[in-house]
């Protein structure tokens, strides 16, 4: 069984940068589509970056292009998420969840998910 726990949150100022590592256990990470997802107070849960099995492939919201760089250590069974310029608006609970051939970066197609790590931004 597939488990999975985020880790590398924290208070940060705006301009600021945050890795964040979200690492599986019990069954290798290899085979799974891996993202990251985010939810703010009062909104809905989005899809901030996504990465294929192999690595070869990404997604980033528009939000976050340019700033944002997901990542993957498949012999550590890792995934990151390097968060730099970071500004108010992405303060949220951060998730990473991971599925088998995904075929958008939204919260439906994911079926194994950590317990979330709080990322503020705040001066």
């Known amino acids: 069984q597939l488990q999975l726990v985020e880790s590398g949150g924290g208070l940060v100022q705006p301009g600021g940068s945050l890795r964040l590592s979200c690492a599986a256990s019990?069954?290798?990470?290899?085979?799974?589509?891996v993202g990251w997802f985010r939810q703010a107070p009062g909104k809905e849960r989005e899809g901030v970056s996504c990465?294929?099995?192999?690595?070869?492939?990404?997604h980033y919201v528009d939000s976050v292009k340019g700033r944002f760089t997901i990542s993957r250590d498949n012999a550590k069974n890792t995934v990151y998420l390097q968060m730099n310029s970071l500004k108010p608006e992405d303060a949220a609970v951060y998730y990473c969840?991971?599925?088998?051939?995904?075929?958008?970066?939204?919260?439906?197609?994911?079926?194994?998910w950590g317990r979330g790590t709080q990322v503020t931004v705040s001066s």
């Open positions: 990465v294929s099995s192999s690595g070869h492939n990404a």
């Open positions: 969840a991971a599925g088998v051939y995904p075929p958008r970066c939204e919260v439906e197609h994911f079926d194994s």
């Open positions: 019990g069954i290798g990470l290899d085979a799974y589509a």
